[in-house]
């Protein structure tokens, strides 16, 4: 009996915290080595990117808000019904450009956090004239109008013409930045991602983190755990929780949790 107990309890062990381990440690060997094919192997994309959605959609609402109440009385005539068809637009372009393997790399090997990633693409995502163009165009071409059947086409006149209210609007979303997170996922499969210096030799002086940088740790359930992290070891709350679950016969990333 105690023998089974024995390799009862050395196989929850292993299942438990030798395997997800294994794999989070295959998981930064990946980034650090801007190895993309061996990250996707470990990493469930679609599920990472539903999870960023939540948090990425308060921030494109509070950023979205706080721009129209700057873009003055045009700004008010917008209001809800703008941000209502916006926000979930411009959340998922954000949210696809960053969760791709090669730009997941690219962010942890310039040093950076997800959450100041998020913010970078957002800055660039709601910053460009020409996507929020399109955007509007999609949405208030087709006649779906407010008072008197008027499009969110022709209400960004109120805010001084289609094009200058939108560039007046871009700029208020973006403050001036360009994000240095690019939509790299034209690169073909396996290719090197290039490090800020331009090297494109899989190698990087990459941050590095140990049992200092995780301040939560628990169970989603019996096949998901999560782990919070911090940048910096000496903060007291995680910058950032990223949940693992079994799936796939395998330990895989499957969440990650920005605190905004």
Known sequence: ?????????????????????????????????????????????????????????????????????????????????????????????????????????????????????????????????????????????????????????DLTKGIGGAAGGLDKLGGLLGGGKKSPVTDITGRPEGEPVAKPDGKADGKSAAQSFGIGNIKTYGFNGPLGMYVGVAKDPAAKEPDLTAEMSFTGLDWKLTGLKPRF
């Open 1 to 153: 009996m105690l023998r089974i107990i024995v390799l009862a309890v050395i196989a929850a062990l292993g299942f438990w915290v030798a395997w997800p381990a294994l794999a989070g440690w295959q998981i930064q060997s990946a980034l650090k080595d801007g190895d993309a094919t061996a990250l996707r192997s470990k990493v469930d994309f679609d599920r990472v990117r539903a999870s960023l959605k939540p948090a990425v959609s308060v921030e494109v609402e509070k950023r979205l808000g706080e721009a129209l109440a700057k873009a003055g009385p045009g700004g008010l005539v917008l209001g809800s019904d703008l941000k209502k068809q916006l926000v979930p637009q411009i959340t998922d372009r954000a949210v696809a450009t960053l969760v791709t393997a090669e730009n997941v790399i690219r962010i942890y090997q310039d040093g950076g956090t997800v959450k100041d990633a998020v913010a970078k693409i957002l800055a660039e995502q709601m910053g460009k004239a020409g996507g929020l163009a399109g955007i509007l165009g999609g949405t208030g071409g087709a006649g779906g109008g407010g008072a008197g059947g008027t499009g969110l086409g």
